[in-house]
């Protein structure tokens, strides 16, 4: 994983929860991907970068998504 460039951004409060908790249970950002799409979620490599350094908003549902693909809940990542 390439160290980040820029700091956090403000868009959302969870990003840089997906990132520890992925991180902690030794997902890749791709697998991560990987689940999402399979999952129904569009979501591109890009988009999920910005989600992690929170410079993209993110919706209820994608925060749920997100969390199934996980194995946490969304309160988790709030």
């Known amino acids: 994983m390439k160290p980040r460039k820029l700091p956090l951004g403000d868009m959302n ?9 992925r991180l902690a249970e030794g997902i890749k950002q791709k697998d991560l991907l990987a689940k999402l799409q399979s999952a129904g979620m569009e979501i591109s490599e890009s988009c999920l970068s910005k989600i992690e350094g929170q410079t993209r908003m993110v919706t209820d549902k994608e925060l749920v998504l997100i969390s199934n693909a996980l194995g946490v809940s969304p309160k988790d990542l709030l």
């Not at 409060?13 to 908790?21: F, H, L, P, R």
């Open 13 to 21: 409060i969870i990003g840089a929860n997906i990132t520890s908790v």
